[in-house]
């Protein structure tokens, strides 16, 4: 006897269906038919079928559908429905359901190499409608929804293999109607995109694309992503045998852990929590193994999830007591997703919708570790029932509803001997197991007490267990005065027991890792926390890791799990005067602060405008060889900056606070993080106030007003760099105000005030001159070109690129580059055709040096447009196709779109 789902719930012998009777005895058979041949509770059944609204003689009713099933499949020579001591089973072979037969096809074509596509054809072939057709239950419906995701994904899988093999003309028609069924989804988009243009047929390819890109617009706030926007610049610019979809897949999760034992029944709840596809709750006290429990099962199923693994720390129990804001949480996982900064929406809204529609109809497994409660995690659950979920944390988060618990109880005893066994050698267990098992109930059973034991114990292979045990005993009776939670004190006692086998450099090294700001350190860092040499740093680092008292994820990267931080940070409070806490915290912002006064000249900044405090205590800052190496620093220091300029303020540091929130706005810059930054420097401005300083607090004010700018926020931009130039006018810092009147006026220009933008930067140019010119003067008499040109005074314009280039005397490539192309707009403006195509080329030459395809690319249209005007149609065309070429791989930058948008309406007036 065959059995199906995926389609009307049926049950055929020999080509003849089987009459099943009414509908609600229909849904009991389909239930039972998902967990074909497992045993499943009467409870589980009964909310199955009734939900929360069960009639009051539920389990005899059940009983009755039961029954007349058994009745009607034995009779037409079916399985049988077996009472199990907990419920009920159908010992139906799997393989007798489609819905069985499509998951095992789609499993097999994974690794099936050249067999996948009809590996996938036959799993697809299962479907003959909607699952569960004509009924309508709340379970079965939440189930029918799983499978619609699952089979999008295997349709995508297969349609990519379909295009690969040359089919696309089949598939326009099919391809067009999913596209309608799943607007959104890109990867789908795309391939419609490419059938179409595999058939020759590139303007409807195109067409598609830019419906699409409208649609995400309009819905999401957001362009295309990444794939999408290079499949289109290689459909405009490429023959049809290079052209093909891309896709990402992320591989985050953490390094497994070698010595993991036991939790065979957690990992068995995690699986059956995969397959209800309901998200799963990993909760237990701290140290009890939470996290490593998540990354060895994620590891055991992660060939599930073909589209990528990702995970976060979202740091809900931080010492710190700075958990991830959804925010923060969404953009790491955005980033992840490859979704580049420019792409990143403001606000917790327009992030979700662009974060569920990435995942959509995608297989990826998320790891969410350390959650602090229900509203943290919930705008980071994925729509797609594709997608599944592992989230832990010290809470039940009982506010999840749909998700359901795995409780975390310290390790059972016979896994707790394990683990130590394993971690100093079972022959030393075995020859006292009195001893490990004394050691075993002082560390609580949880793993990370007997690890920092075992770590310690490890490195003196003679001392006797018996004697280490011994020890154990007294640091926890000396520490059973301690407040804590649920086994803190016995962990406390393991700490200390470790702690004190320190040497006195690595002791203090631990206690003020605790204090310094951020999730984590560089061992630059540490070297001036601790004020020592970088060797030396990481010699004690290394101890500390070996002791199991700090974690290196990464390369570079040291952290201290929460607890064993509170841990520090209470010793150093009683271990350490405040006048060296506050040292070490000077030492460690210093080197911040220098490290990012470099960084900046690396990345050819200029120098602040205030004198920044001199290297405390002889730190050493980093020096970097190149702007890559600065920007990727940079891109390490955002929780980093925002934890140093927030613990400055909350120290009195005022000063170096405000410093560090100017100097280190890079770090935010450069991912786009705008609503970090404006954090950062709302800080800083509070720093800035408490000291007094008009220069510092005009600077801050400006720095709050450009960054609010970038978010949009017209009224707040305005008002703080309107204060930063009042400021600065009682300052002796001319380039501050002139520079400031120049943000200004950009505002200006944005809200479409050309006429008070253009007053601004006449009087920040006459500022500059007045103290005496410098190199911002020309940057500035480009600007007032461009505004200009905003105003169509196109003469006065053209006056300004042209005095811009005088100033510079191509000492500024970057500058010149921009003012031939502004010089060549308005010539061409006025007429002068032929002039602006040799300021246009001058300025291709200049982006050619400098690696700059953006603006290349308008050049080249613009370029295109005065050939046009020339009569030199088919050169012009030439040109266009160039800027469309020069574009291809771009589409990460804010302004390529809209260059490539420019470009092809040129060529569409051009043809």
């Not at 009924?135 to 295009?163: F, S």
């Not at 832990?392 to 066994?421: H, I």
């Not at 703080?720 to 002796?732: C, N, P, Y």
Request: one cysteine or more; aromatic letters at 4%; charged letters at 25%.
């Amino acid at each position: 006897m065959e059995f199906g789902v995926l389609g009307e719930v049926e049950a055929r012998t020999d080509g003849v269906t089987v009459e099943l009777g009414t509908a609600r005895q229909q849904v009991v058979l389909a239930v039972l038919l998902i967990e074909a041949g497992r045993s499943l509770p009467v409870d589980r059944l009964i909310e199955r079928i009734w939900g929360d609204r069960p009639p009051q003689r539920a389990k005899e009713s059940l009983y009755s559908y039961v029954s007349r099933l058994r009745t009607a499949l034995v009779a037409a020579g079916g399985p049988a429905i077996e009472r199990t001591s907990t419920g009920y089973a159908l010992t139906a072979d799997p393989s007798a359901v489609d819905l069985h037969r499509f998951r095992q096809a789609v499993a097999e074509a994974r690794d099936a190499g050249d067999e996948r596509l009809p590996k996938l054809e036959y799993a697809l072939a299962q479907w003959q409608g909607e699952a569960f057709a004509s009924l309508d239950n709340e379970w079965l419906n939440q189930v029918r929804a799983t499978l619609n995701e699952e089979r999008l994904a295997a349709e995508l899988d297969r349609d990519d293999l379909r295009l690969e093999a040359g089919q696309h003309a089949a598939m326009v028609a099919e391809l067009s109607q999913r596209v309608a069924e799943h607007p959104l989804h890109e990867r789908l988009v795309g391939q419609l995109m490419l059938a179409l243009h595999l058939s020759g047929r590139q303007a409807d390819a195109l067409a598609q694309y830019r419906q699409a890109r409208q649609r995400l617009a309009d819905e999401l706030g957001v362009q295309p992503g990444t794939a999408l926007q290079r499949l289109h610049t290689r459909i405009l610019t490429s023959g049809s045998a290079a052209v093909s979809p891309e896709r990402w897949r992320p591989a985050q999760l953490p390094i497994n852990i070698a010595a993991f034992t036991g939790r065979t029944d957690e990992l068995a709840q995690l699986d059956k929590r995969l397959a209800d596809r309901t998200v799963a709750v990993i909760s237990g006290m701290a140290g009890v193994g939470k996290t490593a429990l998540a990354v060895q099962w994620a590891h055991q199923v992660a060939d599930q999830f073909v589209d990528g693994q990702l995970y976060l720390n979202l740091r809900g129990f931080d010492p710190s007591g700075s958990p991830l804001t959804p925010e923060k949480a969404l953009r790491a996982l955005l980033e992840g997703l490859q979704v580049s900064a420019e792409r990143m929406p403001m606000g917790l809204d327009a992030q979700v919708k662009l974060y569920r529609s990435q995942l959509a109809g995608k297989r990826v497994l998320i790891i969410l570790d350390n959650a602090r409660d229900a509203e943290q995690v919930r705008p980071l659950l994925p729509q797609s029932e594709t997608c599944f979920v592992v989230v832990t944390s010290r809470s039940r988060l009982t506010g999840l509803v749909d998700a359901l618990p795995v409780k975390l109880d310290p390790l059972a005893a016979n896994d707790a001997q394990t683990l130590l066994a394993n971690r100093i050698g079972r022959a030393r267990v075995l020859a006292d197991p009195e001893a490990a098992e004394a050691i075993v109930d002082l560390c609580a059973r949880l793993p990370l007490a007997l690890a920092i034991v075992a770590a310690r114990a490890a490195v003196q292979p003679g001392f006797p267990l018996v004697a280490l045990a011994n020890e154990l005993a007294v640091g926890r009776d000396r520490l059973a005065a301690f407040d804590g939670e649920d086994a803190a004190t016995d962990v406390r006692a393991m700490f200390s027991w470790s702690y004190e086998a320190l040497d006195p450099a690595t002791a203090l090294m631990f206690r003020l890792l605790g204090d310094s700001p951020g999730p984590g350190i560089s061992v630059a860092a540490a070297a001036a926390l601790a004020g020592v040499s970088s060797a030396a740093a990481q010699g004690l680092l290394g101890r500390l890791v070996e002791a199991n008292l700090v974690q290196q994820p990464h390369p570079d990267r040291y952290e201290q799990h929460d607890l064993v931080r509170m841990y520090a940070i209470e010793l150093a409070r009683s271990t350490d005067s405040s006048a060296e806490l506050e040292a070490a915290l000077r030492r460690e912002l210093s080197f911040y602060l220098h490290s990012a006064a470099n960084g900046r000249a690396a990345l050819g900044r200029a120098g602040p405008l205030m004198e920044i405090e001199a290297p405390f205590d002889n730190i050493v800052p980093l020096e970097f060889a190149d702007d890559r190496q600065a920007l990727d620093w940079f891109d390490t220091m955002r929780e980093t900056t925002l934890a140093a300029v927030q613990l400055a303020g909350e120290r009195g540091l005022d000063r170096v606070g405000f410093e560090l929130s100017h100097l280190m706005g890079m770090a935010f810059h450069y991912r786009r993080a705008y609503v970090d930054l404006l954090r950062v420097h709302e800080l800083g401005l509070d720093c800035a106030r408490r000291t007094e300083e008009v220069l510092f607090i005009a600077i801050s004010e400006r720095d709050v007003g450009t960054t609010a700018s970038e978010l949009g926020m017209s009224a707040a931009a305005l008002a703080h760099m309107e204060r930063a130039a009042e400021l600065f006018g009682q300052t002796d810092s001319a380039r501050g105000h002139a520079d400031t009147l120049e943000s200004l006026s950009c505002e200006y220009e944005r809200s479409g005030r050309h006429t008070e933008a253009i007053e601004l930067i006449l009087r920040a140019i006459e500022l500059t001159r007045q103290a005496g010119g410098d190199p911002t003067e020309a940057r500035k008499l480009n600007n007032i070109a461009v505004s200009y040109l905003s105003v169509g005074d196109y003469e006065a314009a053209r006056t300004g690129a042209q005095d811009a280039l005088t100033l510079s005397g191509g000492s500024n490539r970057m500058l010149a580059s921009y003012a031939w192309d502004n010089l060549g707009v308005a010539q061409a403006a006025l007429g002068q055709h032929a002039e602006a195509v040799d300021a246009y080329q001058r300025s291709l030459a200049l982006c050619n040096e400098l690696h700059q395809q953006v603006l290349k690319s308008e050049v080249l249209g613009h370029l295109a447009a005065a050939q046009h005007a020339l009569g030199h149609t088919v050169q012009a065309r030439i040109t266009c196709q160039q800027g469309l070429q020069t574009l291809a791989g771009l589409e990460d930058d804010p302004l390529a779109e809209a260059r490539r948008s420019e470009l092809l309406a040129i060529l569409d007036s051009i043809n």
